[in-house]
């Protein structure tokens, strides 16, 4: 089958260490759907190149000069919202990965990972899709493990499903319902329908009532 331009995923490379720079752009060239379309070497730099190239997906570098790729990521998503930004790093502290997602990152990978997850998440991302790395995602679940198993090993709220008290720990922490469906992986319907079915449950008047009986039970706190 031929592949037209129209069914390329156009990639834009944000990483300031050349070498590590060549080794992706080998990766992504061996890919016949993949076309990279430009590098930038700082945040900056990025942020510039992706309002005039308009790529698909953006592979990010966290640490960067000029401005950071988390920085770069907000940015980019305000004007840009279609990019698909998916964070390549050394990073994986809880701070790197949930400001990533907070800013609108689709995806979080380490650079260890091997070229098949790289290729399987670039395409993930560039569908409109959210992909995490199978060490940040077992980190998502010791973290939600902790955070609703606080108060003597009581279960918060147990009228709520595993993943509604998911949700609702993460509308504690002020995230949006877009905030939530990018880092669970949900569609922004489901995360809604979640949100309408906590507020039944817990007979919240509206978002901030749920929000002050979360926090009251000790969620939304740093974990």
């Known amino acids: 089958m031929t592949i037209t331009e129209k069914d390329r995923l156009r990639i ?29 070497s700082n945040g900056i730099e990025v942020v510039r190149m992706a309002e005039e190239l308009q790529p698909d997906v953006i592979l990010m570098d966290v640490n960067m000069p000029g401005k950071n790729g988390i920085e770069a990521t907000r940015d980019i998503i305000l004007t840009s919202p279609h990019i698909g930004v998916l964070i390549l790093t050394m990073f994986e ?15 979080y990978l380490l650079k260890g990972a091997q070229k098949k997850e790289i290729v399987r998440a ?79 449950k817990l007979h919240a008047a509206d978002r901030t009532h749920a929000i002050m009986l979360a926090r009251e039970a000790g969620m939304g706190g740093n974990g």
């Open 93 to 107: 502290d809880d701070s790197s990965v949930f400001s990533a997602m907070r800013a609108g990152a689709r995806g």
């Open 122 to 200: 670039i395409n993930v991302v560039g569908s409109g899709e959210a992909i995490f790395s199978a060490v940040i995602a077992r980190k998502m679940m010791f973290y939600f493990d902790a955070v609703l198993k606080r108060t003597s090993g009581n279960v918060l709220f147990p009228q709520l499903a595993t993943r509604e008290r998911e949700v609702l720990e993460w509308i504690a922490r002020d995230m949006s319902n877009a905030d939530i469906s990018r880092l669970m992986g949900l569609s922004l319907k489901t995360i809604r329908n979640h949100v309408s079915n906590i507020l039944s």
């Open 12 to 40: 834009l490379l944000a990483d300031d260490h050349p070498m590590f720079c060549e080794g992706l752009v080998s990766i992504l060239q061996s890919e016949e759907t993949f076309e990279v379309i430009g590098q930038a």
